[in-house]
């Protein structure tokens, strides 16, 4: 079910590092999360601040493709945010905007399913968490095409459906699997308290969703496989060139001494 991905690149398990990503991430969307539920826009910049310097600050003991891939899930995400909420009405904030700190809390999310994923705990018990995943998220998305949901969630079991073919098709399940806890966790709390509230209605498929929907986890899995696949691209196109530059001046000094030697 989940294989290994030795042609992705998310770096080695850094032990204690990688546990402490993760805690540090949960703790601080709660706390972020908390205090945006009755705060101003003055309030969401400064936590947003926060977010940037954070994000920065995690990144230090990552490498070269994984920063990549940080920068490309922050773009997309925060892109795929301004059209899905003040655009589409999929679901909203509180002040119908998208807050300042959801981007850099975008790449610090990714961070993190990265970091759980190379952890020693998740590399050990890769199967049991993917069981306790599917069938927990699989019991959620059943209970909310049930009936006895306050709320239907049919949008939530599609999600649940797609959430499954990153699992299991997916070129990196692990990322997939551990961005199920960082995602739920987030979206779980941050709908609790009113910080956004998602559309009853889903305003493209017409269909009833839960606030949150049970499978919410595959819009973040698609945010990975975005920074995933598109991070050794532009490290290659960044690599071409560099070296077409690098030609340049070698042929421009190559140049340059013969004209001298001439002279």
């Known amino acids: ?57 995690l990144l230090l003991g990552e490498n070269k493709e994984v920063r990549v891939q940080v920068v490309i899930a922050v773009i997309f995400a925060t892109i795929g945010e301004h059209f899905a909420s003040p655009y589409m009405g999929g679901y909203t904030y509180r002040f119908g905007n998208v807050p300042a700190y959801v981007p850099p809390g975008h790449g610090m999310v990714y961070l993190t399913a990265v970091a759980l994923a ?49 699992l299991f098709k997916g070129r990196s399940p692990m990322v997939y699997l551990a961005a199920f806890f960082i995602t739920t966790w987030l979206e779980l709390i941050g709908t609790a308290v009113g910080t956004w509230k998602w559309a009853a209605i889903d305003p493209v498929l017409s269909l009833p969703q839960g606030n949150p929907p049970s499978g919410v986890a595959a819009w973040y899995c698609l945010v990975d496989a975005v920074a995933i696949g598109g991070a050794p691209l532009i490290l290659g196109r960044t690599k071409n060139v560099r070296d077409w530059f690098k030609s340049r001046l070698v042929k421009a000094g190559k140049g340059a001494y013969e004209s001298a030697g001439n002279d």
């Open 118 to 166: 190379r952890s020693g705990l998740f590399l050990r018990y890769a199967r049991e968490i993917a069981v306790f995943v599917v069938l927990v998220c699989g019991a959620w998305s059943i209970w909310g095409i049930s009936g006895y949901a306050q709320q239907g969630d049919s949008v939530g079991a599609l999600l649940f459906c797609i959430f499954l073919g990153y």
């Open 1 to 57: 079910m989940l294989r290994h991905f030795p042609e992705i690149n998310i770096g080695y398990p850094h032990k204690k590092r990688d546990y402490f990503i993760a805690a540090f991430t949960f703790f601080c969307v709660a706390v972020c999360l908390l205090s945006d539920a009755n705060a101003d826009i003055a309030t969401q910049k400064a936590l947003g601040v926060c977010g940037w310097l954070f994000l920065f600050g």
